[in-house]
């Protein structure tokens, strides 16, 4: 069993910045990926940054060159910073979590619970 707890959600003024924080917990052998996706109401869940074992990156057009995920190996943890915010920003941001128990597993995916970013003058 693997449990993800985010943090760092909330209301800014566009321009602003926020910074969210996923923590995985539990059963972990290798981490092969952690990412945030978001979601706004009728809406489907789209891909807002990646980051993989090798500490590689990807990023939705959208967010490039303005926010800026990372990863702390050691705390299982993985961080959104984002900066320049706009009133599109505003969603619920979840993370996903891609990883192995052992070696000869397969993957597993594991989502947190999402935090709501509310970008707003």
């Known amino acids: 069993q693997v449990q993800l707890v985010e943090s760092g959600g909330g209301l800014v003024q566009p321009g602003g910045s926020l910074r969210l924080s996923c923590a995985a917990s539990?059963?972990?052998?290798?981490?092969?990926?952690m990412g945030w996706y978001r979601q706004v109401p009728g809406e489907e869940r789209n891909l807002v940054a990646t980051i993989d074992s090798r500490h590689r990156t990807n990023y939705a057009d959208s967010v490039r060159g303005r926010f800026t995920i990372s990863r702390d190996g050691a705390k299982n943890t993985a961080y959104l910073q984002m900066n320049d915010l706009r009133p599109e920003d505003t969603a619920v941001y979840y993370c996903?979590?891609?990883?192995?128990?052992?070696?000869?597993?397969?993957?597993?995916?594991?989502w947190g619970q999402g935090t709501q970013v509310l970008v707003s003058s």
């Open positions: 996903n979590l891609k990883h192995q128990r052992s070696p000869m597993e397969r993957v597993y995916e594991t």
């Open positions: 539990g059963s972990i052998f290798t981490i092969n990926y």
